[in-house]
């Protein structure tokens, strides 16, 4: 299976410098799934985004701009986290035992769910890791393809945020004013943009998981991820 993925996504490339990704064959650069993504989801920021900046300086008794400085820095610490947890579960998945530097905050904690929930998984097969997909339009990269152990095709995305945001009455942009607009389905819909661009390609995506490895958690989350329908 492995052969056929790289035979239909060869044309596709990820750049790490800018994170792009280009179609080879039209040299044209692709919209990221991640980017597109936002196209629907309703983001926080303007008046709202400065309404809770000023509260919350407010209640800190500081500035909004030192208490800019603060989000800044724990969304950079955030990013840096997220990242090695994504490394680290990668390399398990690959049957490969690393030790991640554990001098940021709630890095051990991360690190022992993503340990408990492989153990937990330990008869998914691997497939691919960091898989670049793609088509005319859009690119990404999905965290892990596999099988489980009903040997299903499934895909398997990873997520390290602080914790996940739902909304009560705030809707999607068209075409998925159907659906809330908060990060778990922003996700869902992200998702659903990978297992489109497989599907495009011969590939029967049967199931859809988001891990959820957070420092607000005990243990780490697992949500079935259900199918949307996708209008480029």
């Known amino acids: ?22 179609n080879i064959n039209t040299n044209e650069n692709l919209i990221s799934v991640t980017t597109k993504k936002k196209d629907y989801v309703r983001q926080f920021e303007g008046k709202q985004k400065d309404y809770w900046l ?20 724990k969304r950079i610490v955030g990013t840096t986290r997220g990242s090695i947890i994504h490394d680290y579960a990668e390399n398990i998945s690959n049957r490969k035992i690393t030790a991640p530097e554990l001098n940021i905050p709630g890095l051990a904690k991360l690190k022992r769910q993503a340990n ?25 990269m999905i965290d892990r393809l596999c099988l489980n152990e009903k040997g299903q095709l499934g895909i398997v995305d990873y997520k390290t945020d602080k914790e996940f945001r739902e909304s009560y009455g705030k809707k999607m942009k068209k075409p998925y004013n159907h659906l809330p607009s908060d990060s778990i389905h922003g996700y869902y819909l992200q998702v659903n943009m990978y297992r489109e661009l497989l599907e495009e390609k011969g590939f029967n995506i049967e199931f859809m998981e988001i891990v959820h490895f957070g420092i607000n958690n005990d243990d780490y989350v697992l949500l079935n991820v259900p199918k949307i329908d996708i209008i480029w």
């Open 54 to 73: 000023n509260r919350k300086a407010t209640e800190a008794g500081i500035t909004p701009d030192e208490m800019q400085e603060e989000w800044d820095e």
């Open 1 to 22: 299976m492995i052969a056929k993925l790289n035979e239909a996504f060869s044309h596709i490339y990820f750049i790490e410098e800018g994170h792009k990704y280009l």
């Open 116 to 140: 408990l929930y492989f153990k937990d998984h330990i008869d998914y097969v691997n497939i691919a890791t960091e898989l670049v997909v793609g088509n005319d339009k859009i690119g990404g």
